[in-house]
């Protein structure tokens, strides 16, 4: 089903509906401060109903504000993953904020040499099958380890994670594009400059990024697409020195065989000579597929919880009512880089939900050291798993010489299309479960639907 629908089964068939405007009614971010402020308040709290096992990842800014606001009902456990690979600061905020917050139990959970990326494929069958390919089969080592250290200290009860905060609270600098078709030329370049300065590299090269996706839409954009996967596959370059474009093309794509390439560009074509309610604004349709991808990935984490520890997984940051206040917000004042989350920041000033040095912070916290460690340790695991072997090469949807290229280059530390390699190992991961599993098929029998 698209993002934004609901299914509609009636007596004559099923069909879907859009229940989610394409554009939001665009709200200052002084005026959008209090829904956002209710919304988050309303989604914690109605996890908390009746709960006496409650627990939260207290980490960046996104996951501590809904551990604070849920140790406002109670007693919280609250983990920190604190492996010394990832050289950042969660594990000193999470102690400062544990410390002014009397109601968090505070946790760290250490690193090992087993929870970096990559470290669970041995035996697919450790992992949870989903509906669909998810990121936390990469990543489950990690995440087991952070409930394990839950499960240690309580009952099965609710988790807090901070999953989509970024996707809703702030905003890719590829909203340039959309400033510079508004003609707001001036604020794009001083927006520019600001991008630059975080980047090391000069203003023009920041809107050389921006410009071609100002000047087309989404359909134009979907045929120029669907030109180039006709085309000769590129040379792999990172995907921060392309251009901005509404539906970029990963390093995936340059793995496909010649004849899957060319259907998807057949399905590309017909797609954009049927495309309803075209968004204006590219940030617009950006942040509803990050939300898409969050959403598939965190239903990955639920069931890992669910099966192993009976454990619900909370993400607030993707309830609908969050999403609204948030998202009618405009990019350009989500994402201004001056100031980190200033949504969050003028949601929650003044209120003593959380801790003014937790407002004031302007750090956030990666795994790419735990992902590179991951590709070394686990390089031969994914050279069997993405060989001549794999359920993805059959389907041609890759191809073997880069994909070993690109294995080689990770093994080596060399920069590396870290996100293409997590997407195919997911999908490699979820076909080969397929195979082996057991599903339920639904059909209709005169007036009842019987399942086997």
């Not at 989610?20 to 665009?26: A, G, L, S």
Request: aromatic share 6%; proline share 6%.
């Amino acid at each position: 089903m698209p993002t934004g629908h609901l299914l509609l089964v009636t007596p004559d068939g099923a069909d879907t509906i859009r229940y989610e405007p394409v554009n939001y009614q665009p709200i200052s971010l002084p005026n959008a401060a209090s829904r956002v402020r209710a919304a988050l308040s309303e989604a914690v709290d109605t996890r908390l109903d009746g709960r006496r096992a409650v627990s939260a990842d207290l980490a960046g800014l996104d996951s501590t504000t809904l551990a604070c606001l849920a140790a406002r009902r109670g007693p919280v456990t609250a983990v920190t993953f604190a492996d010394a690979r990832l050289r950042d600061d969660d594990l000193s905020y999470a102690v400062r904020t544990a410390a002014a917050v009397p109601e968090l139990s505070h946790h760290a959970v250490p690193g090992r040499d087993e929870t970096v990326y990559y470290s669970c494929l041995e035996d697919l069958s450790s992992l949870p099958l989903t509906d669909a390919p998810n990121a936390y089969a990469v990543t489950a080592a990690i995440k087991r380890a952070v409930l394990d250290t839950v499960a240690e200290r309580q009952a099965a009860g609710v988790h807090f994670t901070g999953a989509a905060g970024d996707a809703v609270l702030s905003a890719p600098s590829s909203y340039l594009a959309d400033l510079l078709r508004d003609r707001q030329h001036r604020r794009a370049l001083t927006h520019a400059h600001a991008h630059a300065r975080l980047r090391h590299v000069s203003p023009l090269t920041v809107l050389r990024r921006a410009r071609p996706a100002s000047r087309t839409g989404l359909a134009d954009s979907w045929r120029h697409t669907a030109t180039e996967l006709r085309g000769t596959p590129r040379e792999w370059v990172p995907q921060a020195e392309r251009p901005v474009d509404w539906t970029p093309l990963l390093a995936t794509a340059d793995w496909m065989s010649a004849e899957v390439r060319h259907q998807l560009a057949e399905a590309l074509d017909a797609a954009a000579g049927e495309l309803p309610g075209k968004p204006r604004h590219l940030a617009a349709w950006t942040d509803l597929q990050d939300l898409a991808r969050v959403g598939a990935d965190t239903s990955g984490l639920r069931e890992l919880a669910r099966a192993e520890y009976g454990m619900e997984i909370a993400a607030p940051f993707l309830d609908n009512e969050v999403i609204r206040a948030c998202l009618a917000v405009p990019a350009d004042q989500r994402g201004a880089p001056g100031r980190y989350k200033p949504l969050l920041g003028e949601a929650f000033a003044h209120t003593e939900v959380l801790p003014d040095f937790v407002l004031s912070r302007a750090t956030k916290g990666g795994f790419n050291a735990l992902a590179y460690a991951g590709l070394t340790q686990h390089a031969a695991v994914l050279a069997r798993l993405l060989g001549p072997s794999s359920r993805l090469t059959a389907a041609g949807l890759i191809t073997q010489a880069p994909v070993e290229r690109m294995l080689q280059r990770a093994a080596a530390g060399q920069p590396t299309a870290q996100g293409a390699l997590h997407l195919a190992v997911s999908a490699e991961v979820w076909l080969r479960q397929m195979e082996t599993t057991t599903a339920s098929s639904w059909w209709e029998v005169s007036d009842r639907v019987a399942a086997a």
